[in-house]
């Protein structure tokens, strides 16, 4: 083993989306319908009927389902027939984690690289602040908060100038002299919950991989599951375990 095959690879100026928009996106853009939410999928007949809730009606023999897994827990999407129940009972089983980030810009860099508590990773869930900015040549100092499960409830629990206080006030105990509050200058925040096509975060790391492989399962030579919730249940919840699933699913269905 060389250094290089222990390098940590790093995007900078640049991320996850602008490797898929670069890649992926220019040869699938053309074919992609934006802005037309499924409601209903048909699938007791030989062509699959899917409908959108603008009314837009598509055909298919096979289909690839590709949404969070909170959409099917939720029951947004009708499926005629009804799912399986081992299939319904892992949608209904899974724990999927709460999700919240926020980005506060400061007049001054005075957190490190990463910050962690002691309950920073729990069954519970996850919250640590990271130097947003770290290694990106960026004029800013950008500190973000990225935060799941249980300890995410707490800052989506407030809002406006509750909740940026709560988080000035965290950052002031730990570094002290009230360094957070006086050197803060504006901040902005994502709750993943409120986002009506995510409802959370992922699948927590705790789960039952045996269900999540049982999410991941085609149906009938008809139904295929793509996506971070839709595996072989020894990984999930990140963009190369969707990456990984989309291409499990695609090699499926044109067997
Ligand atoms: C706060 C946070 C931080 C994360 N950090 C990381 C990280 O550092 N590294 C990492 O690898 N992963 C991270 N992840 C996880 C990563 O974002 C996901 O694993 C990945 O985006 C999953 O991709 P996906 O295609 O399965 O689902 P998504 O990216 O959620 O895509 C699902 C798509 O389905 C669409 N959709 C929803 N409902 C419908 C409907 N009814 N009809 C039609 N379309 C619909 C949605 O609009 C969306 O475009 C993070 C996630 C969160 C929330």
Not at 28 to 56: A, H, L, M, R
Request: with cysteine; net charge negative.
């Amino acid at each position: 083993m060389t250094r290089k095959d222990f390098a940590d690879l790093k995007f900078v100026g640049s991320s996850w989306l602008s490797f898929f928009e670069e890649c992926i996106i220019p040869s699938i853009q053309p074919k992609t319908i934006f802005n037309t939410p499924i409601s209903d999928i048909d699938y007791s007949k030989d062509q699959i009927e899917v409908k959108s809730t603008n009314g837009s009606i598509f055909t298919a023999n096979k289909i690839i389902i590709t949404v969070p897994l909170k959409i099917l827990q939720s029951g947004s999407i009708h499926f005629m027939p009804t799912l399986p129940s081992n299939k319904q009972n892992a949608i209904n089983s899974i724990t999927v984690w709460s999700g919240f980030k926020a980005f506060f810009k400061f007049s001054t860099k005075f957190y490190p690289a990463y910050l962690s508590f002691s309950n920073s990773s729990t069954r519970q869930g996850q919250i640590q602040y990271y130097d947003a900015a770290y290694a990106q040549n960026a004029p800013d100092n950008i500190l973000g908060l990225f935060s799941t499960g249980q300890p995410a409830e707490v800052y989506q629990n407030l809002s406006g100038n509750a909740q940026r206080d709560y988080i000035l006030n965290e950052l002031d105990t730990v570094f002290g002299n009230n360094i957070a509050s006086f050197n803060y200058i504006d901040h902005i925040v994502q709750n993943w919950n409120e986002e009506p096509y995510a409802r959370g975060a992922y699948i927590t790391p705790y789960e039952d991989g045996g269900q999540v492989e049982i999410l991941g399962q085609s149906l009938n030579n008809k139904l295929y599951f793509a996506g971070d919730a839709y595996t072989t249940g020894n990984d999930w919840s990140s963009v190369h375990a969707a990456a990984r699933s989309a291409k499990r699913a695609v090699d499926e269905l044109v067997q």
